[in-house]
């Protein structure tokens, strides 16, 4: 069993940062952030490697180039962190986690356990 913390969120203007984190209570093999805005489908956002120290990361298409998602190892804690913000980026924030084994994607299926989720406000 794991439990995940996550903070941060909150209101931003569009182009604004956001700046979440997610501590896990044990070590996890991989975690990923997760998102879902207003009658859509959850959706990945970026995924990293956390049994390693210098686990590699995954991003989605829509992210790339303005997330960016890296690891404390010591803590357990990863942090996503975004600029150039968009309305549609408004939702709630969900870290995710898997202690063991592939795979390790931005799907839904691949994490067994969830935070309880964080909102992201992004407006005009």
């Known amino acids: 069993q794991v439990q995940l913390v996550e903070s941060g969120g909150g209101s931003v203007q569009a182009g604004g940062s956001l700046r979440l984190s997610c501590t896990a209570s044990r070590s996890t093999y991989c975690m990923a952030w997760f998102r879902q805005g207003p009658g859509k489908e959850r959706e990945g956002v970026a995924r990293?490697?956390?049994?390693?120290?210098?686990?590699?990361?995954l991003y989605a298409d829509s992210v790339k180039g303005r997330y960016s998602l890296f690891q404390r190892y010591d803590t357990n804690t990863v942090y996503l962190h975004g600029t150039g913000l968009q309305l549609e980026e408004t939702a709630i924030y969900y870290c995710?986690?898997?202690?063991?084994?592939?795979?390790?994607?931005?799907?839904?299926?691949?994490?067994?356990?969830w935070g309880q989720g964080t909102q992201v406000t992004v407006s005009s």
């Open positions: 990293i490697y956390t049994s390693t120290r210098y686990g590699g990361a």
């Open positions: 995710a986690a898997k202690l063991r084994g592939h795979p390790c994607t931005l799907s839904n299926d691949d994490y067994e356990y």
